[in-house]
């Protein structure tokens, strides 16, 4: 981690001498419209790896915490498959589906959607969409799981209390289950949105970056820069920025949900 801060202080190809150039890549990483845009699209990311998954995650969890129901093991099985299938499979997978002919546009031409069908991993506009619903698909189980787990703890009685006093599902929810997810939902806050500010697998499958640079995110970009432009001094400028950015949003998470 040292020597890659090291080096995004010079111009370099990675077989040359190097050549110092100060905070000249950082200048760049944050004036080049291309670099930005990469960072840009991570923080879009977060909204389909990490709100979205955590949302559907809760809105599980108040359809099953309320009552006690048969066949909860086989609920968490089919929700967390996804985090146990490699990344790489899963991008694959999506590639397919989201192709031409594939499970995504025959579904809509089934239903009478022909003119909404489209290439969607080709699509200037829905690239990015795209993408993005392929990791709410992953993490969603992982913050079921995670919320489900969280529920156990909660006691029967204080359920049986809310319930005595008139409470609906909606009030009961918000009352009993979310103040005991708090550490929970702290913990899904973190893991997903490190996996989209550092996304890379999905990307790099399902649409290397395109079309046109729109699904560029910096995990696929330093990858780019390092072995295939040769420009490590500015990978490693770009790893850097990436790595504090993280530091940052885990420590703002950590400090909004801490206990009172």
Same mark, same amino acid.
């Given at each position: 981690?040292?020597?890659?801060?090291?080096?995004?202080?010079?111009?370099?190809?990675?077989?040359?001498?190097?050549?110092?150039?100060?905070?000249?890549?950082?200048?760049?990483?944050?004036?080049?419209?291309?670099?930005?845009?990469?960072?840009?699209?991570?923080?879009?990311?977060?909204?389909?790896?990490?709100?979205?998954?955590?949302?559907?995650?809760?809105?599980?969890?108040?359809?099953?915490?309320?009552?006690?129901?048969?066949?909860?093991?086989?609920?968490?099985?089919?929700?967390?498959?996804?985090?146990?299938?490699?990344?790489?499979?899963?991008?694959?997978?999506?590639?397919?589906?989201?192709?031409?002919?594939?499970?995504?546009?025959?579904?809509?031409?089934?239903?009478?959607?022909?003119?909404?069908?489209?290439?969607?991993?080709?699509?200037?506009?829905?690239?990015?969409?795209?993408?993005?619903?392929?990791?709410?698909?992953?993490?969603?189980?992982?913050?079921?799981?995670?919320?489900?787990?969280?529920?156990?703890?909660?006691?029967?009685?204080?359920?049986?209390?809310?319930?005595?006093?008139?409470?609906?599902?909606?009030?009961?929810?918000?009352?009993?289950?979310?103040?005991?997810?708090?550490? %929970? =939902?702290?913990? $899904?806050?973190? #893991?997903? /949105? !490190?996996? +989209? *500010?550092?996304?890379?697998?999905? &990307?790099?499958?399902? @649409?290397?970056?395109?079309?046109?640079?729109?699904?560029?995110?910096?995990?696929?970009?330093?990858?780019?820069?390092?072995?295939?432009?040769? %420009? =490590?001094?500015? $990978?490693?400028? #770009?790893? /850097? !920025?990436? +790595? *504090?950015?993280?530091?940052?949003? &885990?420590?703002?998470? @950590?400090?909004?949900?801490?206990?009172?």
């Amino acid at each position: 981690m040292l020597h890659t801060v090291y080096l995004s202080f010079f111009d370099w190809d990675g077989v040359t001498v190097a050549s110092w150039v100060g905070l000249g890549n950082y200048r760049q990483v944050l004036t080049d419209p291309d670099l930005r845009g990469a960072v840009l699209n991570a923080l879009t990311l977060v909204v389909f790896f990490s709100w979205l998954p955590i949302v559907l995650g809760m809105l599980m969890v108040a359809l099953l915490a309320r009552h006690q129901r048969r066949g909860m093991t086989a609920f968490r099985l089919l929700f967390f498959v996804p985090q146990v299938v490699p990344l790489v499979a899963v991008g694959v997978t999506w590639r397919w589906m989201y192709g031409s002919d594939g499970a995504v546009n025959q579904g809509l031409r089934a239903v009478g959607l022909d003119t909404v069908t489209r290439a969607w991993l080709g699509d200037v506009d829905f690239a990015l969409v795209a993408v993005g619903l392929v990791g709410t698909w992953a993490m969603s189980g992982l913050c079921m799981v995670l919320f489900l787990s969280g529920v156990q703890k909660v006691d029967p009685a204080l359920y049986e209390a809310a319930r005595i006093d008139g409470a609906g599902p909606v009030r009961e929810f918000v009352t009993v289950t979310l103040p005991a997810l708090r550490g %929970e =939902v702290a913990v $899904a806050l973190t #893991v997903t /949105t !490190v996996a +989209a *500010l550092a996304s890379f697998d999905i &990307v790099y499958v399902t @649409t290397d970056g395109g079309p046109a640079g729109n699904t560029m995110v910096p995990g696929l970009l330093v990858y780019r820069l390092a072995f295939t432009q040769y %420009e =490590v001094g500015l $990978a490693a400028a #770009v790893a /850097t !920025v990436l +790595a *504090l950015l993280i530091l940052a949003v &885990v420590f703002t998470i @950590t400090r909004l949900v801490r206990p009172e």
